[in-house]
């Protein structure tokens, strides 16, 4: 089983469109997270949910809407698509739990490569 | 601005020998500290933790070790072999753990 999937694997689209890319976790995490990989392999973080709240926005332009429709799963719609959203986006989960019991364990998917033309 | 320095962009070993990574950060006081392996094509995969008030970590043949003070990190792989060929990327995570910040990585390439 695998523990945190993506779709699609690979996404390629034109300027100006919107996708969506999806993602499900089976650990019974509390915490997911959306990350994008960029060009020169650096990893960064875009948002963090626990619990199905939005945590963390980190100054993300608001075309990238994440969803969470409930503790499995946090989906990634991106509008208006640009040439600079070409990347790899990495979907993970981890258990954060309360008051620093969590594992902090990152558990990262297979990535989704983007390419927009 | 938060910055996390990983030591070097590749580093080169020979089969046998211990791998020394260096992490490097300034301006934050990280809760946790955490080192990942990355293969191409793949998504990052968990080694260790250390929390900010532990010296050393070990996991068979890894070893972590963190020093608030100088604000670093250093990362060994003893008796390295072939297979460990990949890039390790450093994190650091504030407290509560949602977020992330990750370095550039160290590409290590160990030499049969």
């Known amino acids: 089983d695998t523990a945190v999937s993506q779709t699609p694997k690979y996404l390629v689209t034109q300027m100006g469109n919107d996708k969506s890319i999806k993602c499900e976790q089976n650990?019974?995490?509390?915490?997911m997270y959306w990350y994008k990989q960029d060009s020169k392999k650096f990893l960064k973080i875009m948002f963090s949910y626990n619990n199905k709240e939005l945590i963390i926005n980190e100054t993300v332009p608001n075309r990238f809407s994440p969803k969470s429709p409930d503790k499995a799963h946090l989906n990634l719609h991106i509008n208006s698509l640009e040439l600079g959203d070409s990347a790899v986006y990495f979907c993970a989960s981890s258990q954060v739990g309360t008051g620093g019991v969590g594992s902090y364990e990152q558990y990262f998917g297979p990535g989704t490569r983007l390419t927009v033309t | 601005s938060q910055k996390i320095e990983q030591n070097s962009e590749a580093l080169n070993i020979q089969e046998g020998k211990t791998a020394t990574l260096t992490c490097n950060y300034t301006n934050y006081s990280p809760a946790y500290l955490q080192w990942y392996r990355q293969d191409p094509g793949r998504g990052p995969v968990f080694l260790l933790l250390?929390?900010?008030?532990?010296k050393e970590k070990r996991k068979e043949r890894l070893k972590v070790t963190f020093d608030t003070t100088l604000k670093q990190s250093l990362f060994h792989i003893t008796a390295s072999q072939p297979a460990d060929s990949a890039t390790y990327l450093c994190?650091?995570?504030?407290?509560?753990?949602?977020?992330?910040?990750f370095g550039a990585g160290t590409r290590l390439f160990v030499k049969a």
């Open positions: 250390i929390r900010e008030n532990e």
């Open positions: 994190a650091l995570l504030n407290t509560g753990g949602f977020k992330t910040i």
């Open positions: 650990l019974g995490h509390d915490t």
